[in-house]
């Protein structure tokens, strides 16, 4: 278990006395990532103690996890990914290593990190995880044990992007359409508005050349290293964020759909997203110290 954070008592304090993230962060000098999560664990638990996870305590004495325990080895859970070869590492690290530089004056803060991400409106819930309590097996299927499947069910493509303190509108994409056409676009802050025009063909490097010339800060294609969704914010925080909030339950309809994605779009607020930037940095810099390669952590 990590230890907890000397400044954990003093970032509490500063909530209880009415502080925001921003003015606690100045105050204290502490990273945003560290005052963000202590205030939000306080605000929603009234406590600074580790959130109690859900879910059964591990029984399983395989062989395997017999000899885990015995050799102080820790089970990874196997997952999906993009295929790096040695030349895909080489291109990752070198790319990673440009985009770190470009972000020692600050410009990840004000980059435009955008991406898509395809939503159903059928559930999508992991079973261990989620277990129904019941008398019965019969009880247990009227409380929602079988989750409803159809071969093709009902879907909509979004796309968004975020900057550290800021965000579009969510954009949903209408079926046929094989890309966003970034180029119709415009931003203007505060209320970053993205007009949800959009053209049946597009090229996305075209569009990223277009844009990029609009946004100084807009990184390229051709400058983001391929097979990286572990750098890219909306990947590898926001998607994953909006996801847990909205595909816990099955919907009508996709208008409900929409609905609820906006909803929980709309409650992402600043504070979040300016922890989410900052973990950007470290990210690139632990790709380069895996030489290009998959990360665990970083710091």
Not at 194 to 208: G, H, K
Request: aromatic share 8%; glycine share 4%.
């Amino acid at each position: 278990m990590v230890a907890p954070s000397p400044y954990q008592t003093a970032i509490i304090d500063c909530v209880k006395s009415g502080m925001t993230n921003s003015e606690i962060v100045k105050k204290l000098k502490v990273s945003r990532v560290l005052v963000f999560r202590t205030a939000q664990r306080y605000r929603h638990l009234g406590t600074s103690d580790d959130i109690q996870k859900r879910g059964f305590p591990v029984t399983v004495t395989t062989p395997e996890a017999v000899k885990a325990d015995k050799l102080n080895l820790i089970p990874y859970r196997m997952q999906k990914g993009a295929f790096l070869n040695q030349k895909n590492k080489t291109f990752r690290m070198k790319k990673a290593r440009k985009l770190l530089a470009g972000t020692q004056d600050g410009s990840h803060l004000t980059t435009l990190f955008t991406d898509e991400k395809i939503f159903t409106v059928e559930a999508n819930k992991n079973g261990q995880n989620h277990p129904i309590i019941a008398t019965d097996y019969q009880s247990a299927c009227e409380k929602g044990k079988i989750l409803n499947k159809t071969s093709h069910p009902a879907s909509v493509m979004v796309f968004a992007g975020i900057t550290a303190d800021g965000k579009t509108p969510l954009i949903f994409v209408d079926p046929g359409v094989k890309g966003v056409a970034l180029s119709q676009f415009s931003l203007r802050k505060p209320t970053m508005d993205l007009p949800a025009r959009r053209r049946p063909r597009s090229s996305r490097q075209r569009d990223s050349r277009v844009v990029s010339r609009q946004f100084s800060e807009f990184i390229s294609a051709a400058d983001w290293p391929a097979s990286s969704p572990d750098l890219n914010p909306m990947d590898y925080a926001v998607w994953i964020y909006l996801t847990e909030k909205v595909s816990s339950e099955n919907y009508p309809s996709i208008k409900a759909l929409k609905t609820a994605l906006i909803k929980k779009w709309d409650e992402i607020d600043d504070d979040y997203l300016r922890a989410v930037i900052d973990a950007y940095p470290k990210r690139l810099k632990a790709v380069i110290k895996a030489k290009g390669g998959r990360f665990e952590n970083y710091s």
